[in-house]
């Protein structure tokens, strides 16, 4: 089996779909922390920092994967 470059997503698509979800996951982290989530997890205080350092370190650990080429 040969190894073609035609089939598939093209890496410009990738790297793009990339850098949103990127975006998307610091940007949510970011709004758990600011308290824009307040409705959804209400009293519980702990809720808002756990999830908002979960999103927030995951999106960081994509940025180093896709800058780095490890999600090529």
Same mark, same amino acid.
């Given at each position: 089996m040969s190894n073609n470059d035609n089939t598939g997503t093209p890496k410009a698509m990738r790297n793009i779909f990339g850098i949103i979800m990127i975006v998307i =996951? $610091? +940007?949510v982290g970011v709004l758990f922390f600011t308290g824009f989530f307040q409705p959804i997890y209400g009293s519980w205080e702990w809720v808002r920092w756990?999830? +908002?350092? $979960? #999103?927030t $370190? =995951? +999106?960081i650990w994509r940025a180093y994967r896709? #800058?780095?080429g $490890?999600?090529?």
């Open positions: =996951y $610091i +940007g756990v999830a +908002g350092s $979960i #999103f $370190i =995951y +999106g896709q #800058f780095t $490890i999600d090529a």
